[in-house]
């Protein structure tokens, strides 16, 4: 009995590390790779991220404190993030640079520091 239970524990164990360990083998050809932003005061995490030209990914924006905004004028991303719930943009950029965003939304005295950085590489 004692076996068993430390084989399905190392078997269980086993197939989480596969599943965090080949996230893009998993994803379909079709499906876009997500990218988690979390913002909260007064900073996005990761604040800067890293997309190929062409490539369709998904931004899901969260926050873990109060209502945010997330601007991104060349790209064409202007949304409201709220608590507890999740916003999902889809992009696909198809001009190579590095490109400014910030928090669009008061939400505090450090609210002009929060910035993000979306680099699209060729």
Known sequence: MKFNRIACAAALLLSIGISFAMPRAARSDNEPRTISIVAHKYEFVPNQITVKKGETVKLELSTTDVKHGFLVKALKIDETILPGKT??????????????????????FGHKKMKMTIVVEP
């Open 87 to 108: 916003t999902e943009v889809v992009i696909t950029p198809d001009t190579a640079g590095t490109f400014q965003g910030a928090c669009n939304h008061f939400c505090g």
